[in-house]
């Protein structure tokens, strides 16, 4: 059955699942199992937290398979179950971390052409900005985190969210401009 359900939309097969074919759901988990442990990665250290996070996660989206509307796009509505349960996680352990980051998605303009960049290796790139990101208020890193990383539009981070798509637009802009002058000041540039 897999094999019949490759080409068809994450949408059809979530509505294949509310309809008994509980055996489709396995193509879902196949096609964000990566994508969700990456976001993820971006919440919790690694290890077992995420893995344990990763299998709530899938239960509760089997679970609640049935409230799925399959007139929207599924991918907002895993990532908000995602978003729900990692929230819950991080509650459970009183933990604000944040795996490392590339420089160049938030700042292009400084890293270039600039010889830091040189000077820094990928790693050491990566604790800078979460050094930086760690100071910021969730409600700021959330929108850079689902919008650089997980790719999803100011849409779709509307409604993992729950807030309005100018809300993301804002959060949006006043992290970038939180976030520069942490990262300047540690870098000295």
């Known amino acids: 059955m ?18 008994g074919q ?6 879902l988990i196949e096609r964000y199992e990566d994508k969700i442990r990456r976001y993820a990665r971006k919440f919790l250290s690694e ?32 990532y908000r179950i995602a978003h729900n349960e990692l929230v819950n996680v991080i509650k459970k352990r009183n933990k604000n971390s ?21 000077q820094i290796d990928n790693n050491d790139m990566g604790r800078l900005l979460d050094q930086c990101l760690n100071k910021l208020p969730p409600k700021y890193r959330e929108p850079i985190i689902l919008y650089y990383y997980e790719d999803l539009s100011y849409k ?3 409604d993992v969210m729950e807030i309005p798509v100018s809300t993301v637009g804002v959060r949006m802009k006043r992290a970038k401009d939180l976030v520069r002058p942490l990262c300047e000041k540690l870098t000295h540039f």
């Open 98 to 118: 944040l795996p490392f980051f590339d420089l160049d998605t938030i700042f292009p303009q400084y890293f270039s052409d600039n010889s830091l960049k040189s």
């Open 2 to 19: 897999r094999e019949d359900l490759i080409g068809q939309g994450d949408e059809k097969i979530a509505e294949l699942v509310q309809n």
């Open 47 to 78: 290890g077992e937290d995420i893995n344990d996070a990763l299998q709530d996660i899938f239960i509760k989206v089997y679970k609640n398979i049935q409230s799925f509307d399959a007139k929207r796009r599924f991918s907002p509505w895993l």
């Open 156 to 158: 779709e981070i509307a």
């Open 22 to 27: 509980t055996e489709a759901f396995g193509v």
